[in-house]
């Protein structure tokens, strides 16, 4: 049994939960640019646009996060196509994120009266200057707090990359465990470690919550 001081545990742990963070937000952003393009493909006027853009979003909210790992980590590989563990991690999640993120943004932009769009169009506005200069402005006070809500869910995602070998929190804590036979005290600084990372973000969506609540007109 190798000996590990309790320091020695929470600096690899908080080692690993930098790469979470960073693995996080990677997906966060990159997720959110692929979701604002089906976004706008979700309520183009083209019906096949409307239907790829549907069908992708139901693929991957109809399928396990982790099955969709496996399909890009194995999948690529099987193809021919090394891929390493943060590569396939990143491109899974940003998928999954994509998805979420433009249906949570469709609700929010279908929640905008339609008379906007219309008085936007009376002003010779195409419907990407309608979309952009006078729709997504408003659609935004609601979306924001859904969409802070949300990066909860796509730190805790973070933690099924370990089954690839992506040396994230859950997968350091796994070797640590295994390492110094005291599972209960690694796994639970494991806990607190996405405690301590979620936490905050809940909050922020709720303060968000009520922020807007109050702001909007009853």
Known sequence: MISFSLWDIVRHLGGA?????????????LGGSAGLVLLYARISRLPWLRRVARLYIELFQG????????????????????????????LALTAYTSAYLAEIWRGCVEAVPQGQWEAAASLAMSRFEQLRHVVLPQALQLAVAPTVGFSVQVVKGTAVTSIIGFAELTKIGSTLANATFQPFLVFGLVALGYFLLCYPLSLYARSLERKFHVARPH
Do not use: E
């Open 63 to 90: 399928t396990p996060l982790l099955m969709q790992l496996f399909m890009v980590f194995f999948g690529l590989s099987l193809a021919g196509s090394d891929i390493p563990a943060w590569l396939a991690a990143g």
């Open 17 to 29: 939960a930098l790469w979470t963070l960073v693995l996080s937000l990677s997906a966060f952003v």
